[in-house]
């Protein structure tokens, strides 16, 4: 065993009894410029071989990261089939680093993981964890106690496995309908997402942040939503945010509660403002917005970190994609880096490329007394968290925690509790024993709760479950996020109209984003919308084995042309929308 005083001799920053700012001081001083610079990059990483390169995302291997670039800052992409061979992992990356010349421990981040939804550009699969709905369906409950406990059990699962960052929560507003992001969010009121915002962000840091904390990085400041048209930023057509009511102050609010609530970390949108007294550039590259508003107007000291990709072109699933750098295209990715720095962002995220930095140290367009500004809050971070303390976890007690069975029904009574009864004609409840005709649910789960037939001609009640319609664009990353028109494709309405001629028919839509339902609803016995739910939850709440609960966190519109012509910065805003914020019948 090593002696504690020998350790703390050698590296005296790991004396406990010293204050934090003492510490990561007596750090910083021993660092070199290129351990400075591996601090500021905040990549990808995946589950495996620590010597192995990643194919998918073009990743460099753990190893060359962490000894070679000296990286210290990971978001886990993926999963593994359970709790414990996550923190095997974890603990296999945490001894790298610790064999590295300062034993700077890494800092392991992740995307939403607790749902059902699965985009490697904003959220993962449950997999292992407890599985809840998606945020807006954390938001139809309108429960901030709910919300917190979520966030609680999502806290305990992350630090059984070493993820100490969660790279949410999403506070933006879900004021364009087609905006392909919103299934993260809290929906479209301001109020209501503040206050569920302020419940997620205690639940994951705990009453004092600490080492038994997961520091939330909220997003996407200063408010993604307006987007021009609902395409989304992560591509050059979505790269305009716009306001044409006059509302960019509003998209603040949620971003001003998760301050007060004590949020760590600040994460801008890759969107650029237009006709705004903001500089058109991308939100990463805005001194006006990062250090203006957030630094200087709110008075946020924590980390900001860059969305994903805005230097470096990149290649994902075999296809180019270019850096989102908007309006600053015609800069190079060393110009681009400068003005990110520039702008008071501290962490580059989802880059690897520390060699640019140290290029504009080398050559004096960065000092190294601006990366000391940065290096400081990102240093303080791993000691206030603990890290240097212990970053290893026990990875026996890491599948008693992951998907511990009250966690899970935790998840499942959240599930039931979201979904939201849109329409009702006297068919819901159903009566166990009916006959069943059902698509988009296992038989075997619905054989639980009456007779399933395979034709909608023998049964009592057919119950359809819908995705909210989407475009299918170019390249298999675009169609992760689904965007365009909100219409169900004419073949659906259809189906929905012929089953409906035959038999009493439920029809449940999977709302990721609010679906124009009008033709639906006017065929169906009862409508419902969920946001991730199993089929058991959802039988449970038609059949009145839970009570109905859920309400709309948004207006459903009544059609297309409403939604074009609504402005895309002001909630509420599509003319006479077929169901409105807050709408949710009881059973």
């Known amino acids: 065993m090593t002696d504690v005083t020998t350790t703390t001799t050698a590296r005296p920053w790991l004396d406990r009894s010293l204050s934090t700012d003492e510490r990561v001081q007596l750090l910083l001083d021993e660092m070199t410029v290129e351990e400075k610079a591996g601090l ?3 990549t990808m990483i995946a589950i495996g071989d ?12 753990a190893r060359e990261l962490v000894e070679g670039k000296h990286l210290t800052h990971f978001n886990l992409l993926g999963a593994a089939p359970t709790g414990r061979e996550i923190a095997a992992w974890h603990n296999e990356l945490q001894r790298l680093a610790a064999s590295t010349r300062l034993g700077i421990p890494v800092t392991l981040s992740t995307d939403p993981r607790h749902s059902f939804s699965e985009n490697p550009g904003a959220s993962i699969l449950a997999g292992p964890f407890s599985q809840w709905p998606e945020t807006l369906g954390l938001a139809a409950t309108r429960d901030p106690a709910l919300v917190e406990r979520f966030a609680d059990i999502a806290r305990r699962e992350y630090t059984a496995v070493g993820l100490r960052v969660a790279l949410h929560p999403q506070v933006d507003l879900a004021t364009e309908p087609r905006w392909a992001r919103q299934t993260a969010t809290f929906g479209e009121d301001a109020e209501l997402t503040g206050i569920l915002g302020a419940a997620y962000i205690r639940g994951f840091q705990g009453s004092s942040f600490g080492p038994g904390s997961v520091s939330t990085m909220t997003k996407h400041f200063p408010g993604g939503g307006p987007q021009k048209d609902g395409e989304d930023p992560h591509f050059a057509y979505g790269r305009e945010q716009v306001y044409p009511g006059g509302r960019f102050d509003l998209h603040l609010k949620p971003f001003e509660d998760a301050m007060a609530a004590g949020t760590r970390q600040m994460m801008p949108y890759y969107g650029m403002p237009v006709g705004t007294e903001y500089e058109e550039v991308g939100f990463g590259f805005n001194r ?5 508003l957030l630094r200087e107007r709110f008075g946020f000291d924590g980390l900001v970190c860059t969305d994903w990709g805005l230097i470096t072109d990149a290649e994902i699933f075999g296809q180019p994609f270019p850096a989102r750098a908007w309006g600053v295209e015609h800069l190079s990715p060393r110009e681009r880096m400068r003005a990110v720095l520039e702008a008071g962002a501290d962490q580059f995220g989802g880059e690897d490329c ?19 500004v940065s290096a400081r809050r990102m240093l303080r971070e791993k000691f206030e968290l603990g890290l240097f303390d212990d970053p290893f976890v026990d990875e026996d007690a890491a599948d008693a925690v992951v998907g511990a069975p009250e966690f899970r029904a935790a998840g499942e009574d959240a599930q039931r509790a979201s979904i939201t009864v849109l329409t009702n004609d006297g068919v819901l409840p159903f009566r166990r024993g009916l006959k069943l005709y059902v698509e988009g649910i296992d038989a075997t789960v619905a054989g639980g709760y009456g007779e399933v037939v395979d034709s909608p001609d023998a049964a009592d009640l057919a119950v359809i479950r819908l995705q909210a319609p989407f475009e299918q664009r170019e390249t298999m990353f675009e169609n992760f996020f689904h965007a365009g028109s909100l219409e169900f494709p004419s073949e659906v309405v259809e189906h929905v ?3 409906a001629a035959v ?6 839509v999977l709302a990721d984003r609010p679906a124009i339902l009008e033709p639906i609803v006017e065929a169906a016995a009862a409508a419902v919308v969920n946001w991730g739910a ?3 939850a959802l039988l449970d709440v038609l ?10 966190p948004f207006d459903l519109p009544r059609s297309m042309a409403a939604v074009e012509a609504s402005r895309p910065d002001v909630p509420f805003d599509t003319a006479d929308p077929l169901f409105r914020f807050g709408h949710g019948l009881v059973l």
């Open 534 to 536: 199993s089929g058991s």
């Open 354 to 372: 520390a060699e640019l930095l140290l290029e504009l140290i080398a050559d004096g367009s960065i000092p190294e007394e601006r990366l000391d």
């Open 40 to 42: 500021f990059f905040h």
């Open 50 to 61: 620590l010597d192995e390169a990643n194919p998918v995302f073009g990743m460099p291997s």
């Open 503 to 508: 038999v009493p028919t439920v029809i449940d």
């Open 288 to 292: 006006s917005v990062i250090t203006g």
């Open 543 to 552: 059949s009145g084995a839970s009570p109905s609960q859920g309400r709309l």
């Open 497 to 499: 109209g012929a089953v």
